[in-house]
T-cell receptor
Framework: AQKVTQAQTEISVVEKEDVTLDCVYE???????LFWYKQPPSGELVFLIRRNSFDEQNEISGRYSWNFQKSTSSFNFTITASQVVDSAVYFC???????????????FGKGTLLTVNP | EPEVTQTPSHQVTQMGQEVILRCVPI?????FYWYRQILGQKVEFLVS????????KSEIFDDQFSVERPDGSNFTLKIRSTKLEDSAMYFCASSVFAGANVLTFGAGSRLTVL
């Protein structure tokens, strides 16, 4: 069975600090996909990034960066120079790669509430 | 940017009543999903739908739940006889393809069962 663990329930930082959100996953699949979604106070789920299990390159997008380490089954998310607008719940999610064109489901972690204080 | 729209944004109902939550997926998307988030908890998969039939459902999705695509645009989730524990945010999502395709989520419908 798939499982995603976000051990940090809540994190509070002061604006401009860097912050890393941890994500550890479990799966028996050799091919899988990892995601991060952001849920701001308004409630919607906003896609941030998708990673497949064959691509261990780290990725940077502006102030966001992701560190995928297959050896430790981790997919951590770092926000550099955090801003108040980054305050949200961040979810890590995992999906298996089914063959035959069938669709798939996301297994979410419990989320990490990030509060960035001015 | 195309988006998934959901109505209503918030519904309050009495226990035992039927509820229908509506979703309009992105027009060229072929796969549709419902997820649920009980307040303060993680987002959980309910059901996926493709080619006018359910392709997968979770253990949460029991006989009280049903989904339908009554026309070319709407995708609905019906709860026949609501229970207190059905109170949650319900998210609709859609994707173009299966596999690794990114799910685009709607803003959610908050259901409160009294």
């Amino acid at each position: 069975a798939q499982k995603v663990t976000q051990a940090q329930t809540e994190i509070s930082v002061v604006e401009k600090e860097d912050v890393t959100l941890d994500c550890v996953y479990e799966t028996r699949d050799t091919t899988y996909y990892l995601f991060w979604y952001k849920q701001p106070p308004s409630g919607e789920l906003v896609f941030l990034i998708r990673r497949n299990s064959f691509d261990e390159q780290n990725e940077i997008s502006g102030r966001y960066s992701w560190n995928f380490q297959k050896s430790t089954s981790s997919f951590n998310f770092t926000i550099t120079a955090s801003q108040v607008v980054d305050s949200a719940v961040y979810f890590c999610a995992l999906s298996e790669a089914k063959s035959g064109g069938s669709n798939y489901k996301l297994t979410f972690g419990k989320g990490t509430l990030l509060t960035v204080n001015p | 940017e195309p988006e998934v729209t959901q109505t209503p944004s918030h519904q309050v109902t009495q226990m035992g009543q039927e509820v229908i939550l509506r979703c309009v997926p992105i027009s060229n998307h072929l796969y549709f999903y419902w997820y649920r988030q009980i307040l303060g908890q993680k987002v959980e998969f309910l059901v996926s739908f493709y080619n006018n039939e359910i392709s997968e459902k979770s253990e949460i999705f029991d006989d009280q739940f049903s989904v339908e695509r009554p026309d070319g645009s709407n995708f609905t989730l019906k709860i026949r006889s609501t229970k207190l524990e059905d109170s949650a945010m319900y998210f609709c999502a859609s994707s173009v393809f299966a596999g690794a395709n990114v799910l685009t989520f709607g803003a959610g419908s908050r259901l409160t069962v009294l």
